[in-house]
């Protein structure tokens, strides 16, 4: 008998681009603004979102590939595009994917909103009281601020601000030289609402009458350019490339060379140009050469050219009936008082938003206060501007203990929120390392040292306490983030983390880890030898499993083995929020994978990693995607969950999420995402809903 034969397959068939899945999972972020099981001022703010990663998605990986494709370079990724290839396909889906998103605002939205008495006013529908109230506004609170910039030899084209808000306007009659000059650019200061609300006691105006910006300044724009007729006001809105540029290797101080960096990010490349529909072909065609970009890289707009500016409404607008229902996250009884003592009696698990994140905050302010605690150490990627970690850290400095914090100052879009916590922290005389060269610091991580009671001949010992994290230290992210953090005195896994602090401070080589696995070191060698491992349990006929979740997945060797674990028969169960080059059943290839993403109220962040293992199943949690940059170019940890009680509690959690069909979405070979369901059953509670219910 013949042995089969092998299956080929072309790089296109194994692997989805992972900017097309990443625009794919925007789409999914758009669905729930259509959404109307969702409150209606929450799919507004889902609108919002997509807006907003749209912006983020042509700031840094448009902006990449156009490097790399005005380089000259047509090397092809895991998948056999080219960048050029990867630049048209990203053109087409994103311009359909901006003009679903007016379609949504303009037509979807805004009349569901009008009918709850939320309205945006266009100029034909202000009365005349309303009017001359924003005549007034205009002369006495934009117009002293708007600086219209005339376009002559002496005055050439602007340089325009990342994302700012701009009108280029058409011009008749002379200007006050005697010259025609026909053309004007006017910029919107950042310090300028693009929204106004209309008072309410003025004639006509309901309850939550807005006016946008740009309708105003339309309106009046004349006033701006006395003696002249402005006959024509198209808004626009540029995108430049956003992502800092810091060779490490050179730089002596690293702060420095990035506070440097970070003053030129709003003025790079242009990469995007967004200009209104009604704007002329020629205006536009102007606007795109200044920028220096193709049509491709036009998009012309129905309606506010940034539509993240709207995320102001649901604060704006007391109506609690429009958004979602307010909840109050779990403190578990266990962590209420000592925590040392709890904790050294047995591992606890934190599952944010349900359960608060109060108790880190506790856990390093009793540390703060403790005298039994001798040393704090800590990593921080994300923590927001006005941290209480930052000020527990503070307070343990100014009470004598070593404070130890490595800061990764690399944290994109945080930068600067970074450099002024390092200062700080400095400042009442923590060390602060800033990472590693190279690597970016991503593991979450917080260890404690304290001197306690012990049967030693000394009478005292030294024992270590540890928090451990999927998700940043960041109080505000904890209640709108999926993550988990775990409590331990374990003394084998904080060894292991004393390890890696010790790697991160003085940059010696770590001895053997116990427990952790770590990446660019180990992570990705022990992830593939347990899925090894269920491969061979597979071929001997043993049951084999794997549950993978995590925010995106898209590094190739990990899918390939993936793959082969398939083909041998092994269960494989993908949990991927966001982009995922996964191409689930595929015959011969992929049959036994199944790729979902659950997109709800919370965003979806936590990192866990399942195997069967022939029954004595295996369980981390982990800092790390399987991406590139999370398995060789940062310093990442994956922690084991050794206490069977919390080990069963998370597996419950991922098989919830495998049996959602209320707000779970199936990835089909194709790179198309449809909504999961049962056609003869009506969809289930949401998997976020029942965690909620379950907390309260």
Known sequence: MDAPTKLEFQATDLFINRDLSLLEFNQRVLEQAKDESQPLLERLKFLCI??????????????????????????????????????????????????????????????????????????????????????????????????PIG?????????ILNKSLNFIVTLSGKDAFGRNIGFAVVQAPRAL??????????????????????????????????????????????????????????AKDLA????????????????????????????????????????????QVNGPVNLMRLMAIPD??????????????????????????????????????????????????????????????????????????????????????????????????????????AQKLEEVGAHIVYGVVGYKTHAKMCLIVRREEST????????????????????????????????TSDQDLCRDVHAVFLQLTSLGRVSKLHSLLQSPFTLFKEMQDRIDREIANARAGKPARIIAKMNSLVEAEMIKKLYEASQAGVKVQLIVRAMCSVRPGVPGLSDNISVRSVVGRFLEHHRAFYFHNDGKLELFLSSADWMERNLYKRVEIAFPIKDKKLRA????????????????????????????????????????????????
């Open 50 to 147: 997509s807006s907003s990663n749209l912006d983020e998605f042509f700031e840094i990986r448009v902006a990449g590939l156009m490097q790399i494709a005005e380089a000259g370079s047509a090397q092809r990724g895991p998948d056999g595009i080219s960048p050029q290839e990867a630049l048209t396909a990203i053109s087409t889906r994103a311009h359909a994917l901006v003009e679903e998103q007016y379609h949504v605002f303009s037509d979807v939205l805004v009349p569901a909103l009008e009918k709850e008495r939320i309205r945006f006013l266009r100029r034909s529908e202000w009365t005349p009281e309303q009017e001359a109230w924003l005549r007034q506004y205009f002369s006495t609170e934009l117009l002293p601020v708007l600086s």
């Open 151 to 159: 376009l002559d030899p002496a005055h050439p084209f602007p340089r």
């Open 193 to 250: 609402p693009r929204l106004i609300q209309l008072p309410r006691e003025l004639k006509g105006s309901g309850p939550y009458d807005f006016v946008f910006l740009s309708s105003v300044i339309h309106a009046y724009v004349d006033d701006a350019f006395p003696g002249m007729d402005a006959t024509g006001c198209y808004q626009f809105r540029v995108t430049r490339n956003s992502d800092l540029f810091v060779d490490e290797e050179e």
């Open 256 to 299: 420095e060379a990035l506070e440097d960096e970070l003053s030129q990010r709003q003025w790079g490349d242009t990469v995007r140009l967004e200009v209104a529909d009604n704007c002329p072909e020629s205006l536009w065609n102007y606007l795109m050469q200044e920028m220096q970009l193709t049509p491709a890289d036009v998009y």
């Open 316 to 421: 704006l607008v007391e109506r609690a009936d429009l958004k979602y229902l307010p909840f109050v996250p779990r403190i578990p009884k266990t962590l209420t008082t000592d925590i040392f003592t709890t904790v050294r009696e047995r591992d606890q698990l934190l599952h944010h938003p349900y359960d608060s994140f109060a108790p880190v905050l506790e856990f390093l302010r009793q540390a703060a206060r403790d005298p039994k605690v001798l040393a704090i150490k800590q990593t921080l990627y994300r923590t927001g501007a006005k941290s209480p970690v930052v000020e527990a850290l503070m307070e343990a400095a100014r009470n004598g203990k070593e404070v130890t914090v490595v800061v990764e100052l690399r944290a994109r879009f945080d930068e600067a929120d970074n450099l002024d916590l």
């Open 456 to 487: 030693t001949a000394t009478g005292s010992a030294l024992r270590y306490y540890a928090h451990l994290g999927t998700g940043n230290y960041h109080p505000r992210t904890a209640r709108q983030y999926t993550d988990y953090g775990l409590f």
């Open 649 to 696: 509690r998370i597996v419950d959690h991922l098989e919830a999420y495998l049996a959602d069909t209320a707000q779970s979405w199936s990835l089909q070979s194709d790179g198309r995402y449809v909504r999961t369901a049962i056609p003869s059953e009506p969809p289930g509670k949401p998997v976020q809903i029942q965690f909620l219910e379950e907390n309260q």
